[in-house]
């Protein structure tokens, strides 16, 4: 029964060792590529500063015709540009999270905020469009609806994230609860198991809670900007945007410092990695290939090379002995073997 148990434990630590290697994989096929992380820094720090630009023109010259000629064919359509590719990028990454029930909640959530910034994107893309053909009021007025929905919608995600963290902090005490009760070793490692999942989790959801309600004030202040620029006729409101613009750039800078320097620590450790299995192969090859030599020599007769005499004065010689003869000098060897047969001659 013992064997047994200790051949279902070794089975089971071998099926969790192929699946944390398949976990990884994953994790790895799921990682954005440094030209994706370039591309999505170029995109999330032009788009703010190009917003802040429009708004600080439209504070310092309100109504002027030079404000109203790079609105439209400059700051416009260079915003709109920027949010198509994030769309895409967006759906990129949203389509490659794989199909599994594992992963079938994160993609839901991916695919559920890729609606809602397409619909947004397509709204401000036909609002420029229509800006040449219709009444001056309607396109502001689409402009207004998309950015209140994009704050509707971050404040949301503020809200549902935190809620989610604060389940995870709770199903984690009472597992902490649980554990403590058990006394079975292996439910105890269980129980170890999941506390880590939750509190994974929990550190995950706070962060995008965080990251929500950032964005909430950032698109408040953008919001207000608008309204105050385009319907109310007040520019100086556009101090707002300006600000919202800045902070938005500088977040979305050190963020793409951060991804780029972590994709770069993520390609070295797995270079590293794959030198590291291309050297066990080598090695196993070398192996392989001087037992073949011995075997053949040994059928024809060869002479196989002597193994050298290590010197036994060495520090490290005396740190691998592991019997007394190897510790003892050559001389004392020599003396110990030839005293015997001394004393026997002299006998006779």
């Not at 944390?20 to 999505?40: C, F, K, T, Y």
């Not at 809670?209 to 385009?230: D, E, H, R, S």
Request: contains cysteine; proline residues 3%; glycine residues 8%.
């Amino acid at each position: 029964m013992a064997k047994d148990s200790d051949k279902i434990r070794d089975n089971q630590d071998i099926f969790e060792y192929k699946q944390d290697v398949i976990d990884q994989v994953e994790a790895r096929e799921q990682e954005p590529s440094l030209a994706e992380i370039h591309m999505n820094g170029v995109i999330n720090v032009v788009e703010p500063i190009d917003l802040a630009t429009f708004f600080g023109l439209s504070a310092v010259m309100p109504g002027s015709p030079l404000l109203a000629t790079l609105g439209r064919f400059l700051l416009f359509p260079l915003s709109i540009i920027c949010e198509l590719a994030r769309v895409v990028l967006g759906w990129r990454a949203t389509l490659n999270i794989p199909d599994t029930e594992e992963h079938n909640l994160e993609r839901n959530e991916a695919l559920g905020h890729m609606l809602i910034d397409t619909v947004m994107t397509a709204s401000m893309g036909v609002a420029f469009v229509g800006g040449f053909f219709w009444a001056a009021t309607l396109s502001p007025l689409i402009f207004v609806g998309a950015s209140l929905l994009g704050v509707v919608v971050s404040g949301l995600n503020a809200i549902d994230y935190h809620n989610k963290a604060e389940g995870q902090k709770t199903e984690r005490g009472l597992l902490h609860d649980l554990r403590d009760r058990e006394m079975n070793h292996e439910k105890r490692k269980v129980l170890n198991n999941k506390i880590t999942q939750t509190y994974v989790k929990e550190k995950a959801y706070r962060a995008k809670a965080k990251i929500n309600a950032i964005t909430l004030v950032l698109n408040g202040l953008g919001l207000a900007a608008l309204v105050g620029v385009m319907l109310m006729g007040l520019p100086a409101l556009g101090v707002l945007g300006v600000a919202s613009g800045v902070i938005s750039a500088a977040i979305m800078g050190k963020k793409y410092y951060d991804d780029r320097q972590a994709a770069k620590k993520s390609a070295r450790r797995h270079r590293l990695s794959s030198l590291r299995d291309d050297g066990d192969e080598i090695r196993s090859e070398k192996t392989t290939t001087t037992g073949l030599f011995e075997r053949l020599g040994g059928c024809f007769g060869w002479s196989q090379p002597k193994p050298k005499r290590e010197n036994s004065h060495s520090f490290f010689s005396l740190r691998r002995s592991s019997t007394i003869e190897d510790v003892i000098e050559p001389q004392e060897q020599e003396s110990a073997v030839i005293a015997p047969v001394v004393r026997k001659l002299s006998f006779n």
